[in-house]
């Protein structure tokens, strides 16, 4: 999908339509203290010692279970407003393979 770098919104901040740059999220690092972490496993008595427990090991499940497997991605994008500089995102996003500025 290509997209022009700026554009004009509507800002929730100014409250009426202004210039805004588009941008693309940063992916972020998996947290260690997110959800279903294993730090957050051992603080509550799970995952503690070593190895997995005696059971076998396999591929991760997206490999083999997964027949339908999707191409494209959401995208996620962000809108910084120009005249107050304030940042908001899209309210949904649209599958594609990749994302293009012009
Ligand atoms: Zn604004």
């Not at 339509?17 to 998996?30: D, L, P, R, S, Y």
């Not at 972490?37 to 008595?45: E, F, I, T």
């Not at 499940?61 to 191409?71: H, I």
Request: aromatic share 6%; charged share 40%.
């Amino acid at each position: 999908m290509k997209l022009p770098r700026l554009i004009k919104r509507h800002c929730p901040f100014c409250k009426k339509h202004t210039e805004h740059k588009v941008m693309q999220a940063k992916k972020k690092a998996a947290s260690s203290l997110s959800r279903g972490s294993k730090y957050r496993a051992r603080k509550r008595g799970l995952a503690r010692g070593l190895g997995n427990r005696g059971r076998y090991s396999r591929p991760a499940v997206g490999s083999w279970k997964r027949s339908g497997k999707k191409k494209s991605k959401k995208t996620d994008l962000r809108y910084e407003c120009k005249v107050c500089k304030k940042t908001h995102m899209q309210k949904k996003g649209k599958r594609t393979k990749r994302v293009e500025f012009k």
